[in-house]
């Protein structure tokens, strides 16, 4: 303490009027806030790693050459330990969109703003940040690399996975985390990845304009792991949709400073980096929590243990024995956050005492339909042709989706399948090559999931697919016959299918 006041005193011309230490974090770091006799404060940092002040050090001085937002440095000691650097106040963006967190995700307008003000300006960061930078002076290495990836999903593995007593196979989950690893390196960029981008690590000053901390741990690296970290904090309890505008805004920001890829292709990098961090940040919580008996760490394994859930459900991974540990991990019931709801009667109507929805507890019970709580639900899919009408629907319920096939090729046009239909084998094997149909497919199963989970948990007993082409004869037939059977598999229940124009049916049983 009394080396940083001399610092002070000689950067300055004489000594503090007043020392405050301020609140830790979660380094080792002591911050202080030190004021001159004409009210003038600046903040004094006192480290244990050399290294790791020199990095910050050096980051913050290229930064301000490259007109970045972050602290200035003001002094350094001669052994590097402790450093001056401009205060730039209390408020940071945490403590700003605390309300919208403490509200169960519900933030205002004024909130929002903050956020996406914030994202717009994680690409200047990155890229202009990146531009002259010399990465050898990044602590504790200058790129992120495999060998980095792995030490993060081993130290998941022992501080979080095997705390929680889960079997695993130990040789095919490290296969699974070797590719992981490689596909998360696959792509080299010259980007700064800042590592500890969140809410804590921005600074807003008068006007709500961000300034960004502790990047000392940054090194190159791919921009997306910033915006995993940031938005998929497990405590800032993002609505989906907010999430998804958030991405977007940094998407249309990072524009500006360099080439892009294909929407498509830049969501499905990001997912991996979000499955990345949420296995980071669980082998901290596992660590810190379990391990430590810090209460924060255990609070947080809840929320962050849901965003993997979620997760899970959005997302298609190669990785056949990591994916099975995390849906497993998933439904143990330490982990559990909604449960089958316990219904009770009033007046031909029900109220949930134990809501499946998330709502905020202001709001109260959910009052649900006299449909919550009838029994096993049983799903019928139909194909048929438009020519003759969209089928009929027996329970009374409405319908159900109709999902149109006609944008994907159609082998009826080719004289080889005119006689067959799309159970038969050569008009499979010719779909399924062409592969249009595969990804028609891929998004009707994430929408069919999520509708039959819910109905699942509510207790309603019906739900209708239906899938129209031109002749109801081969493309129908397939999305009906296929979405039918992965429903049966994925969740246990009775499905009846009828290809209307084959006058085919069937019932796949409840298992």
Partial sequence: MEQLIELYRQWSGSGPASVERLPGAGSNRAYYRLAGSDGQTVIGVVGTSRDENHAFVSLARHFILRQLPVPRVLAVSDDELRYL???????????????????????????????????????????????????????????????????????????????????????????????????????????????????????????????????????????????????????????????????????????????????????????????????????????????????????????????????????HFHYPCLMDVLQRLTELPQYQRIEQPALSRADGYRTAEQNVYKAHPQDGPATFSKYDGKGPLVVRVYSFSYRKGIPGDESGNGGGYVFDCRSTHNPGRYEPYKQLTG???????????????????????????????????????SLMFSFGCTGGQHRSVYSAQHLAEHINRKFGVEVHICHREQQINQILEAR
């Fill in 85 to 315: 650097q401009t205060d730039l106040g209390s408020t940071s963006l945490f403590d700003a969109i605390r309300g919208g967190r403490e509200a169960g995700g519900r933030y205002t307008m004024k909130e929002r703003e903050l956020l996406v003000r914030t994202i717009r300006r994680l690409p200047e960061i990155q890229l202009r940040g990146a531009r002259g930078l010399d990465f050898s002076q990044c602590y504790p290495q200058p790129e992120f690399d495999a060998d980095s990836v792995l030490f993060d999903l081993n130290y998941f593995k022992y501080c979080f996975l095997k705390a929680t007593e889960l079997d695993f196979h130990e040789l095919k989950l490290e296969a699974d985390f070797r590719l992981l690893a490689k596909d998360l390196t696959a792509e080299r960029q010259e980007a700064f990845l800042y590592r500890d981008f969140q809410a804590r690590n921005v600074m807003l000053d008068a006007d709500g304009n961000p300034f960004f901390i502790d990047f000392q741990g940054g090194r190159k690296g791919p921009y997306y792991y910033d915006v995993a970290s940031f938005l998929w904090q497990a405590s800032a309890k993002y609505p989906h949709k907010l999430r998804r505008d958030l991405v977007y805004e940094y998407y249309d920001a990072l524009k500006q400073y360099t080439e892009v890829p294909p929407v498509r292709h830049f969501v499905s990098r990001l997912s991996l980096f979000v499955l990345f961090r949420t296995l980071q940040v669980l082998g901290a919580y596992g660590f810190r929590g379990y391990f430590e008996k810090k209460q924060h760490f255990i609070d947080s394994i809840p929320p962050a243990i849901q965003n993997l859930r979620e997760l899970l459900a959005a997302g």
């Fill in 423 to 461: 159970l038969d084998e050569p008009v499979i094997r010719f779909l399924e090559d062409d592969g249009e149909i595969l990804t028609f497919l891929d998004s009707v199963y994430r929408l069919a999931d999520a509708h039959v989970r819910r109905y699942i948990q509510r207790g309603f007993t």
